[in-house]
């Protein structure tokens, strides 16, 4: 008995410490995390001037603009990667270009265009995410998704955003 208390208490121990290097290695902090429906989302601090420099050739480029995306877009979709992650994105969005899959809200790779109408792609994206029961996708309800964006993050969290959904369209 005391074994398995001792083999549980060093697990235990151990999981913490694998916890603490990892959020220590991703620059990340547990300031303002909370359980899904218990309280705000966690507020992003990321900037792309922190971002630690990619020698892979996978990175993506800051998005400038343009006819196709829709608009104006100033974000950069590799900071809008780490958005995604502490913002709580992927828990309920699937988005092939942040690794995501999760399946409670929309699908960002294939649901945008079509819920779109005429607005331009970018401001429309934008516009779902501060003001996300404006337009409800097909098959899913107003109040879902948290309205706080648009006061909990950044302009330019909101811009990597924006570029990072528009990256996978």
Excluded: R, W
């Excluded at 959020?23 to 922190?50: H, M, R």
């Excluded at 429309?124 to 029961?133: H, T």
């Excluded at 098959?139 to 993050?153: C, D, E, K, R």
């Amino acid at each position: 008995m005391i074994k398995v208390l001792t083999a549980a208490l060093v697990g235990t121990i151990i999981g913490i410490i694998v916890m603490v290097v990892v959020i220590a290695l991703s620059g990340t902090d547990t300031s303002g995390a909370s359980s899904v429906g218990i309280g705000s989302l966690p507020v992003s601090t990321f900037s792309a001037s922190s971002a630690p420099s990619s020698s892979g050739g996978s990175s993506t480029p800051p998005s400038s603009g343009g006819s196709s995306s829709g608009g104006s877009v100033t974000g950069d979709a590799n900071a809008g990667k780490a958005v995604f992650a502490s913002a709580g994105c992927a828990g309920c969005h699937t988005l092939a270009q942040a690794g995501a899959t999760g399946a409670v809200g929309p699908n960002l790779d294939t649901a945008i265009k079509g819920d779109a109408g005429s607005t331009p792609l970018a401001a429309f994206i934008k516009e779902s995410i501060v003001d996300p029961n404006k337009v409800i996708a097909k098959g899913y309800t107003a109040g879902v998704m948290p309205a706080n964006f648009g006061s909990s993050l950044s302009s330019t969290d909101i811009d990597n955003l924006v570029a990072l959904i528009l990256s996978g369209q």
